[in-house]
């Protein structure tokens, strides 16, 4: 091996150590657990080994409530959080006055602590002894009756549960297409322009697929995020998420593991494994998808 190429595999090797320790290794150990039966983690035993962890997850009802509003986050707040930062982004990059200022505020939103933009929803979304939330007199003012998004109906908390996660990650797209926007040839637009094409055209023809592959990257990230959403839910349903009925993947894993239901860190892997399996599958299928519609 030449010297020069030892030299740069030992600038790695602090980064290989590091993943080896805190990222692989983790995930070895718990594909291990998924399969250990009965796994005490104080005493590090267990009585079997098999599918059962696997068989108990699937059959779980507070499992199958946990994918399901899994499901219709990611399929909801992807495609619009996308969308509306590629809307907003394109307005911004054709503004020249206050362009920067903008791109700032709507920045805001991801440095704001989590937390804390949940408890600013529960305000305008929570009914309470006190006052019906600023949503709600917005709804009776024109005529609607008052609803509890935060322990009403099902669908009202999940509407309440996409509007947040879109809020939140909305800002980050917007910065990341902005970025893409200005990134673009100058000169395609000008010949686009000579030749008499029209906006939509130049939008279609040369805009997207020019930014094609940043879209593609804010949709994989979109994704990978949207099933590991949980700090979300807990700021505006509290940390009984099964009594709520608003738990995600990863809060089940959670709980299995720390919560009421906690103690039970072979189940806990198996949800975790199912979880890496859907979120592999998935990004396989968009990496398939983007051969085509994607402009390298």
């Not at 009802?61 to 590629?86: E, H």
Request: with cysteine; charged share 10%; proline share 3%.
């Amino acid at each position: 091996m030449k010297k020069s190429n030892l030299k740069g595999w030992l600038y790695l090797l602090p980064a290989f150590v590091f993943i080896g320790i805190f990222m692989i290794y983790p995930l070895i150990d718990v594909f291990v657990y998924s399969f250990e039966e009965g796994y005490n983690f104080a005493s590090q035993t267990f009585f079997g080994k098999g599918l059962y962890n696997f068989s108990y997850v699937l059959h779980d009802t507070f499992f199958l409530q946990a994918v399901r509003n899994t499901f219709i986050l990611v399929l909801i707040t992807v495609p619009i959080s996308t969308g509306l930062a590629l809307l907003i982004s394109v307005c911004l990059n054709s503004i020249k006055v206050l362009r920067d200022f903008l791109q700032t505020v709507y920045f805001l939103p991801y440095v704001t602590n989590t937390l804390a933009v949940g408890m600013v929803f529960m305000i305008l979304f929570k009914k309470t002894a006190y006052t019906d939330g600023l949503v709600n007199v917005i709804l009776n003012t024109f005529g609607g009756s008052s609803i509890d998004f935060i322990e009403g109906p099902y669908w009202a908390k999940m509407f309440v549960l996409c509007f947040y996660t879109i809020w939140i990650v909305l800002p980050f797209k917007i910065l990341i297409l902005t970025s893409a926007l200005a990134s673009v040839n100058k000169n395609y637009y000008d010949a686009a322009r000579v030749d008499g094409t029209t906006r939509g055209r130049i939008f279609t023809k040369i805009t997207l697929p020019m930014i094609s592959p940043t879209i593609f990257y804010l949709i994989i990230t979109g994704f990978i995020g949207a099933f590991k959403a949980y700090s979300d839910a807990v700021a505006l349903f509290g940390t009984d998420l099964n009594s709520a009925g608003m738990n995600t993947i990863v809060g089940y894993v959670y709980d299995m593991l720390y919560g009421n239901s906690g103690g039970y860190p072979s189940y806990a892997s198996a949800a975790a494994i199912v979880l890496f399996a859907i979120v592999l599958t998935i990004t396989c299928i968009n990496l398939m998808v983007s051969k085509k519609n994607v402009h390298y």
